[in-house]
C-alpha cells in the first residue's frame, strides 16, 4: 500500500514537472506541440500539456561574443598575413534562430572567415592597418546582410590581431628605414636649401644697403659741394659788391689800383723764390713805371715805400 502511494506521488511529481516551465531573463524558449512550432515563451512561468508540448529550442538573447580563429590571408599586394578577429552578435527572432539554420553560431563564424579574407584580399597590407575600420565595416555589411534570415543580428566586429611572416617583417622594417632615410636626406636637402637661399638674401640686402650707403654719401656730398658753392658765391657777391660800393668813394680807385700792384707783386715773389730756374717777366720793365705813375697819380703813394722792397 506504501508503494502505491508512493507511486502515485512520484507521478504527480512527474506531471508537474512536465507541466510548469519557469522561463529566466536571459533566454526565449520554443515550444511544439507535437513536433510542430506552437509559441516562443519569454521570461515568465508556464503551464504545459504533458505529452503534448516540448521545449523544443532555448535560445540566448544577450549579446554573444564569437572567437573567429586566426587564419592565413593573401593581401592585394601579395603578402601573406595571419588575421584573427572578434565578431558581435545577438538573436533578434528566437524562431528563425531555431528553425532557419541548424547551428547559427558555426555558420556566422565560418561566414566571418571567408569574408574576412575576401575583405582582406582586395586591399594591400598598409591598407589593412590605416584602414581597419573600412575593413570591419564591410565584414559587418556582408554577414549581416547573410545572417537576417537566421534571426541573428551582428553588431560588431574587430580585427584582433594582424602577423605577417618574419621575413615581411624584416622587409616592411627595412622600407621602413629606406623611408625614414628619404625623408631624412629631403629634410638635410631643405635645410641646406633654406640656408642658400637664406645667405643669398643676407648678401642681396647687404649690397642693396652699401649701393644705398654709397649713393646717400654722394647726395650729400654733392649737397656739401653745393651748398658750400652757394656760400662761396655768396660771399664773393658780398665781397664785390663792397668792393664796387669803396670803388665809388673817395679814393677808392687809387686803392683798389695799389691792392691790384700789391697782390700783383707777392705773386711775382712767390713765382721767383719757388722755382729753381730765375724767370722774368717780359713787362719787367714797364713794372716800375706803373708803380712810378701810381705813386705819381695817388698822393696816398707818394712817400711810400711799399713797393720798394
Same mark, same amino acid.
Given at each position: 500500500?506504501?508503494?502505491?502511494?508512493?507511486?502515485?506521488?512520484?507521478?504527480?511529481?512527474?506531471?508537474?514537472?512536465?507541466?510548469?516551465?519557469?522561463?529566466?531573463?536571459?533566454?526565449?524558449?520554443?515550444?511544439?506541440?507535437?513536433?510542430?512550432?506552437?509559441?516562443?515563451?519569454?521570461?515568465?512561468?508556464?503551464?504545459?500539456?504533458?505529452?503534448?508540448?516540448?521545449?523544443?529550442?532555448?535560445?540566448?538573447?544577450?549579446?554573444?561574443?564569437?572567437?573567429?580563429?586566426?587564419?592565413?590571408?593573401?593581401?592585394?599586394?601579395?603578402?601573406?598575413?595571419?588575421?584573427?578577429?572578434?565578431?558581435?552578435?545577438?538573436?533578434?527572432?528566437?524562431?528563425?534562430?531555431?528553425?532557419?539554420?541548424?547551428?547559427?553560431?558555426?555558420?556566422?563564424?565560418?561566414?566571418?572567415?571567408?569574408?574576412?579574407?575576401?575583405?582582406?584580399?582586395?586591399?594591400?597590407?598598409?591598407?589593412?592597418?590605416?584602414?581597419?575600420?573600412?575593413?570591419?565595416?564591410?565584414?559587418?555589411?556582408?554577414?549581416?546582410?547573410?545572417?537576417?534570415?537566421?534571426?541573428?543580428?551582428?553588431?560588431?566586429?574587430?580585427?584582433?590581431?594582424?602577423?605577417?611572416?618574419?621575413?615581411?617583417?624584416?622587409?616592411?622594417?627595412?622600407?621602413? /628605414?629606406? $623611408?625614414?632615410? =628619404? *625623408?631624412?636626406?629631403?629634410?638635410?636637402?631643405? #635645410? &641646406?636649401?633654406? +640656408? @642658400? !637661399?637664406?645667405? %643669398?638674401?643676407?648678401?642681396?640686402?647687404?649690397?642693396?644697403?652699401?649701393? /644705398?650707403? $654709397?649713393?646717400? =654719401? *654722394?647726395?650729400?656730398?654733392?649737397?656739401?659741394? #653745393? &651748398?658750400?658753392? +652757394? @656760400? !662761396?658765391?655768396? %660771399?664773393?657777391?658780398?665781397?664785390?659788391?663792397?668792393?664796387?660800393?669803396?670803388?665809388?668813394?673817395?679814393?677808392?680807385?687809387?686803392?683798389?689800383?695799389?691792392?691790384?700792384?700789391?697782390?700783383?707783386?707777392?705773386?711775382?715773389?712767390?713765382?721767383?723764390?719757388?722755382?729753381?730756374?730765375?724767370?722774368?717777366?717780359?713787362?719787367?720793365?714797364?713794372?716800375?713805371?706803373?708803380?712810378?705813375?701810381?705813386?705819381?697819380?695817388?698822393?696816398?703813394?707818394?712817400?711810400?715805400?711799399?713797393?720798394?722792397?
Amino acid at each position: 500500500m506504501l508503494s502505491f502511494y508512493s507511486g502515485v506521488i512520484i507521478f504527480i511529481l512527474f506531471m508537474i514537472f512536465k507541466t510548469i516551465i519557469i522561463v529566466s531573463e536571459r533566454e526565449n524558449v520554443i515550444i511544439e506541440r507535437l513536433g510542430k512550432y506552437l509559441r516562443t515563451l519569454t521570461p515568465g512561468i508556464y503551464f504545459l500539456i504533458p505529452y503534448f508540448d516540448s521545449v523544443a529550442y532555448k535560445q540566448e538573447m544577450r549579446e554573444q561574443v564569437i572567437d573567429i580563429p586566426s587564419q592565413g590571408v593573401i593581401t592585394k599586394d601579395n603578402i601573406q598575413v595571419e588575421v584573427d578577429g572578434l565578431l558581435y552578435l545577438k538573436v533578434m527572432d528566437p524562431k528563425k534562430a531555431s528553425y532557419g539554420i541548424g547551428n547559427y553560431l558555426a555558420a556566422t563564424n565560418n561566414l566571418a572567415q571567408t569574408t574576412m579574407r575576401s575583405e582582406v584580399g582586395k586591399i594591400t597590407l598598409g591598407a589593412i592597418f590605416s584602414e581597419r575600420e573600412e575593413v570591419n565595416a564591410k565584414i559587418i555589411s556582408e554577414i549581416d546582410k547573410a545572417s537576417d534570415p537566421w534571426g541573428v543580428k551582428v553588431l560588431r566586429y574587430e580585427i584582433k590581431d594582424i602577423s605577417p611572416s618574419k621575413h615581411v617583417v624584416d622587409t616592411l622594417e627595412k622600407q621602413m /628605414e629606406a $623611408e625614414r632615410e =628619404k *625623408r631624412a636626406e629631403i629634410t638635410r636637402a631643405t #635645410a &641646406e636649401k633654406e +640656408k @642658400l !637661399i637664406n645667405v %643669398s638674401e643676407g648678401q642681396r640686402q647687404q649690397a642693396i644697403n652699401i649701393s /644705398e650707403g $654709397e649713393k646717400q =654719401k *654722394r647726395i650729400n656730398e654733392a649737397k656739401g659741394k #653745393a &651748398e658750400g658753392i +652757394k @656760400l !662761396i658765391a655768396e %660771399s664773393t657777391a658780398k665781397s664785390l659788391t663792397l668792393v664796387g660800393e669803396s670803388i665809388n668813394l673817395d679814393g677808392g680807385n687809387e686803392a683798389l689800383k695799389m691792392r691790384l700792384v700789391d697782390q700783383y707783386i707777392d705773386q711775382i715773389d712767390e713765382v721767383l723764390g719757388g722755382g729753381d730756374v730765375s724767370l722774368f717777366p717780359a713787362n719787367l720793365a714797364s713794372l716800375k713805371g706803373i708803380v712810378d705813375e701810381l705813386k705819381n697819380n695817388n698822393p696816398i703813394l707818394k712817400g711810400s715805400n711799399h713797393v720798394d722792397r
